[in-house]
């Protein structure tokens, strides 16, 4: 099976910048849609940003617009999250999720759209 793995992910002052990366190793086609998910301590998981095939459709949770930009490149089917203006409220465990069958009709923002998931990288940002 085709495994996420993301990286890029650290500690950081108020203010600052990480640009997470999620990998798709090994899957040789086109990934229809890709996504950033996050889940502080004690909290539910949440939506942070989607991303469409080719990279032309990009989606962004209100709590990180205007903040962080999206992208992938489709050749390799890498993803990437540049956050820059990191807030403490950005803290939490930053998870890459793939729909890779191409079946599951769900929004861009729903999670049961996504049939793969990485294990995650940690933000942490300071004040």
């Known amino acids: 099976q085709v495994q996420l793995v993301e990286s890029g992910g650290g500690s950081v002052q108020a203010g600052g910048s990480l640009r997470l990366s999620c990998a798709t190793p090994?899957?040789?086609?086109?990934?229809?849609?890709m996504a950033w998910f996050r889940q502080a301590p004690g909290k539910e998981r949440e939506w942070v940003a989607s991303i469409g095939t080719g990279g032309g459709s990009a989606f962004y949770a209100d709590s990180v617009k205007g903040r962080s930009t999206i992208s992938r490149n489709s050749a390799n089917n890498t993803m990437t999250l540049q956050m820059n203006s990191l807030k403490p409220e950005d803290t939490a465990m930053y998870y890459c999720?793939?729909?890779?069958?191409?079946?599951?009709?769900?929004?861009?923002?729903?999670?049961?759209?996504?049939?793969?998931w990485g294990q995650g990288t940690q933000v942490t940002v300071s004040s």
């Open positions: 090994g899957y040789p086609y086109s990934v229809s849609l």
């Open positions: 999720a793939a729909d890779l069958s191409g079946g599951r009709w769900y929004a861009p923002h729903d999670p049961r759209r996504f049939d793969t």
